[in-house]
T-cell receptor, first 112, second 116 residues
Framework: GDSVTQMEGPVTLSEEAFLTINCTYTATGYPSLFWYVQYPGEGLQLLLK?????DKGSNKGFEATYRKETTSFHLEKGSVQVSDSAVYFC???????????FGSGTRLSIRP | ETGVTQTPRHLVMGMTNKKSLKCEQHLGHNAMYWYKQSAKKPLELMFVYNFKEQTENNSVPSRFSPECPNSSHLFLHLHTLQPEDSALYLCASSQDPGQGAGNTIYFGEGSWLTVV
């Protein structure tokens, strides 16, 4: 079945460091890919998405490129801030299905 | 503000109580969802409704009873819960898949439930 695998956390970085959170997927067809973020005490918010191969989603300095050849959608940011501390979820959905499949989440902590 | 509103934000209930969680979406979506998020566990999809009809029930115990009176409202009725049911319950909505690609899902802020 379809699935999403993302790197286990927690990930701890210093402020202004470069961030990569790996995400790979298994799916038939052509899924759309998402990154969601959950700040402490809140629900999930859509961070960025890509709906077809080679698309790049970007928001708030974060980027992820839909790589069909490697079935990956890694999240990157060039310079993280303390306010980026949160749990990040990679996810996929297909237009033929009415649900979205989430990875297990990666907790990110940024030190001042 | 995501367009999905959940109430109450926090709920403490005893194991013999009956309570309900409410979700309302203002996005014109046709699909609505309940997810459970427990500490140190992945997000668990509980129920999916599409055009008010339940399309998925992921083996959820009957002490959780969903209700979807229309495409904008979703309830989760709770009765005789157990302490291990304490979690964050997230409501979400999305466009019906047949109306567009991508199927972006929008979440509410969640209802924190504590069962004592």
């Amino acid at each position: 079945g379809d699935s999403v695998t993302q790197m286990e956390g927690p990930v701890t970085l210093s402020e202004e460091a470069f961030l990569t959170i790996n995400c790979t997927y298994t799916a038939t067809g052509y899924p759309s890919l998402f990154w969601y973020v959950q700040y402490p005490g809140e629900g999930l918010q859509l961070l960025l998405k890509a709906t077809k191969a080679d698309d790049k989603g970007s928001n708030k300095g974060f980027e992820a490129t839909y790589r069909k050849e490697t079935t990956s959608f890694h999240l990157e940011k060039g310079s993280v801030q303390v306010s980026d501390s949160a749990v990040y979820f990679c996810a996929l959905s297909k237009s033929s299905a009415s649900k979205i499949i989430f990875g297990s989440g990666t907790r990110l902590s940024i030190r001042p | 503000e995501t367009g999905v509103t959940q109430t109450p934000r926090h709920l403490v209930m005893g194991m013999t109580n009956k309570k309900s969680l409410k979700c309302e979406q203002h996005l014109g979506h046709n699909a609505m969802y309940w997810y459970k998020q427990s500490a140190k566990k992945p997000l668990e999809l509980m129920f999916v409704y599409n055009f008010k009809e339940q399309t998925e029930n992921n083996s959820v115990p009957s002490r959780f009873s969903p209700e979807c009176p229309n495409s904008s409202h979703l309830f989760l009725h709770l009765h005789t819960l157990q302490p291990e049911d304490s979690a964050l319950y997230l409501c979400a909505s999305s466009q019906d898949p047949g109306q567009g690609a991508g199927n972006t899902i929008y979440f509410g802020e969640g209802s924190w439930l504590t069962v004592v």
